[in-house]
């Protein structure tokens, strides 16, 4: 749909292009946020022949800076491919620009209504094309680690912690905040396209929703009905490992306890309480390790309760430390490989 292109340009507002745009492209926005409220404003209310003058004046002006910054580096082989939301007005009139200087642009026919409709389709309206197998394992096993362990030694798989910028629990927010529900769906869209549907792929395993995010159907389908590779160890061990993957939520303690206030309705305030002061004292271990004992483990094991997937290995660790994961995906790539020939 968008690939041989030097360039993909998304011609929409800012906020548009925020809430989602085709993977790879530049915001080059004919009309600011502000600007397309007003055109269209004035199109419903006063006249479409005004909103279109007004509007016409606006993105040649737009257009103008965008050729004076960001394209003028631009040699006469340079081929861009320009979008807006239905490969209407605002594209066709900044391409009709482009084409004027020589370069050889095309706009993408349905623009990027017709992109998320095919994500739609892919998530909501069909079955997804790939054998999945899920990562599993209580909280502080190192599964995410382990699956961009696993992908540098040739196993497809997609990191949805990852792609949903969030580590799926309720201490699990990253930097930077999560994206949007579509932004989040046409990075999965995209990490699958690149992938081979002859081949299984590996996903951790999850709860239907990563954050404030929904898994897509299709893909939550098949998840659910993935078999699981289990992997253990001792709960010091993953203490130790929840101490070093945390270390940016363990930099700020005031926020941590803030987070931990929310586990009160689950396992009192007297418990949290206790946690705080661990937090306090810096004792992140033993926070680790009491976190994963008496709120993580419990909650793993009535989700398990609900999960009819058939577990098709174990594979125990010996240890977690930097030296001993690298190892451990050695054997879990085995493992996957036995599963699959099964």
């Not at 404003?41 to 002006?61: C, D, H, M, N, W």
């Not at 954050?211 to 993935?226: D, N, Q, V």
């Not at 270390?247 to 206030?261: F, G, Y």
């Not at 430390?321 to 699959?340: M, Q, W």
Request: with cysteine.
């Amino acid at each position: 749909m968008w690939t041989g292109y030097d360039t993909v340009i998304d011609v929409r507002a800012p906020a548009e292009f925020a809430e989602d745009h085709l993977p790879g492209a530049i915001s080059l926005p004919v009309l600011d946020d502000a600007e397309r409220a007003r055109v269209g404003t004035i199109y419903k209310q006063e006249s479409p022949f005004k909103a279109r003058k007004i509007g016409a004046a606006l993105v040649a002006r737009n257009a103008a800076q965008h050729i004076e910054s960001s394209l003028l580096g631009q040699d006469g082989g340079w081929r861009p491919l320009v979008y807006c939301w239905r490969g209407g007005q605002r594209s066709n009139s900044f391409a009709i620009i482009l084409r004027q200087i020589g370069w050889r642009v095309d706009v993408l026919d349905g623009g990027y209504r017709r992109y998320r409709r095919a994500i739609v389709d892919a998530f909501y309206g069909a079955a997804l094309p790939f054998r999945l197998i899920r990562l599993d394992g209580n909280t502080g096993t190192a599964k995410t680690e382990l699956l961009h362990l696993l992908a540098g030694r040739g196993v497809q798989v997609v990191d949805l912690e990852g792609l949903a910028g969030h580590r799926g629990s309720i201490l699990g927010a990253r930097a930077g905040g999560q994206p949007s529900q579509k932004a989040f769906e046409s990075a999965l869209f995209a990490a699958l396209q690149a992938l081979d549907p002859s081949r299984p792929v590996i996903v951790e395993a999850e709860s239907s929703r990563i954050g404030a995010l929904r898994i897509p159907p299709a893909m939550w389908k098949a998840m659910i009905a993935a078999p699981r590779v289990v992997v253990e160890a001792q709960v010091p061990a993953r203490a130790a490992y929840l101490a070093r993957a945390y270390a940016d939520l363990l930099a700020e303690p005031e926020a941590l306890m803030e987070l931990l206030n929310g586990l009160k309705q689950l396992v009192g305030g007297d418990r949290v309480a206790h946690w705080q002061a661990l937090a306090s004292a810096h004792a992140w271990e033993q926070l680790a390790g009491e976190l994963v004992t008496h709120h993580y483990d419990p909650a793993y094991a009535r989700a398990r309760e609900r999960d009819d997937a058939p577990i098709a290995a174990r594979v125990q660790a010996m240890g977690l430390g930097d030296a001993d994961l690298p190892k451990l995906a050695d054997r879990l790539a085995e493992t996957f490989a036995e599963v699959v020939a099964r």
